[in-house]
Nanobody
Framework: VQLQASGGGLVQAGGSLRLSCAAS?????MGWFRQAPGKEREFVSV????????WYEEPVQGRFTISRDNAKNTAYLQMTSLKPEDTAVYYC??????????????????WGQGTLVTVSS
């Protein structure tokens, strides 16, 4: 399975973007990590296959919304009220099989290529 992330770009602070992650086959838990310049990669959000379980990391809670369309094997990350500190390369991730969701990158079997989000002040 391959993951194709898209939707990144340049936006002003306070603006919105929607990222998409299209999988070439069936996946289970799907999520997003990000890595800002000079910083370590960090967990952003994850959603279970059913959509019944969703986690967000505190900095994005209330501003980002994750969702998925299993018929399209696609996950989305709607980002609103963007801040300059949200600037990063965003990577989508997915589980190959049904297993507990995790905030650890090592848990995920598939990684997308990353899409750059730049928020100007």
């Amino acid at each position: 399975v391959q993951l194709q992330a898209s939707g990144g770009g340049l936006v002003q602070a306070g603006g919105s973007l929607r990222l998409s992650c299209a999988a070439s086959g069936r996946t289970y838990g799907m999520g997003w990590f990000r890595q800002a310049p000079g910083k370590e990669r960090e967990f952003v959000s994850v959603i279970s296959w059913s959509g019944g379980t969703i986690w967000y990391e505190e900095p994005v809670q209330g501003r980002f919304t994750i969702s998925r369309d299993n018929a399209k094997n696609t996950a989305y990350l709607q980002m609103t009220s963007l801040k300059p500190e949200d600037t990063a390369v965003y990577y989508c991730v997915a589980h190959q099989r049904l297993k507990p969701l995790s905030k650890e990158g090592t848990s995920y079997d598939y990684w997308g290529q990353g899409t750059l989000v730049t928020v100007s002040s």
